[in-house]
C-alpha cells in the first residue's frame, strides 16, 4: 500500500538518509512527488535524471519520488550551465500547493502512458 507523501516524510527521508545526488533547484512540489511516487510503485518507467558531477540537472521530483519508493532509477550525463547553483537538500522549500493544472496532470499521464505502452486510464488509477 502506497504511503502519502507528505512534506513531513520528505523532510524526514533527507534528515535521516544521506542523499548521493545534491540539488540545482530550491524548490520542489508535494504533490507532484506523490503522483510520481505512486506511478513508480506501479513499476512505471520515467526517463533517466539528468547528471553533472554529482548534481541533478533535470528530474529532481523523480529523484527524490524514487528515494521513497525504494526504486532504482536511472541517471544520464548532462551540463551544466555558469547559472547552475548548488543547493543543500537542508534548504530546499518542499510546497505542498500543487504547481500543476488538471489539463498538464493530463498530459503527463497521456506521456506516461505513451512511454509505457499502457492504457492512460491505468495511468490515472495509479495517482487517485
Known amino acids: 500500500m502506497a504511503e502519502v507523501i507528505t512534506k513531513d516524510l520528505v523532510l524526514e527521508l533527507i534528515s535521516k538518509h544521506e542523499i548521493e545526488l545534491k540539488p540545482t533547484q530550491n524548490s520542489l512540489c508535494i504533490p507532484i512527488i506523490s503522483r510520481i511516487y505512486n506511478k513508480m510503485l506501479h513499476e512505471l518507467r520515467f526517463d533517466d535524471i539528468k547528471v553533472c558531477d554529482g548534481l541533478i540537472i533535470d528530474g529532481h521530483h523523480r529523484y527524490i519520488s524514487s528515494l521513497l519508493a525504494q526504486k532504482q532509477h536511472g541517471t544520464v550525463p548532462s551540463l551544466k550551465t555558469s547559472a547552475t547553483k548548488v543547493y543543500d537538500w537542508n534548504e530546499v522549500l518542499f510546497v505542498e500547493n500543487d504547481w500543476d493544472t488538471a ?26
Request: hydrophobic residues 40%.
Open 103 to 128: 489539463d498538464k496532470i493530463e498530459k503527463l499521464n497521456r506521456d506516461d502512458a505513451a512511454f509505457n505502452d499502457l492504457p492512460v486510464e491505468v495511468i490515472r488509477k495509479m495517482t487517485h
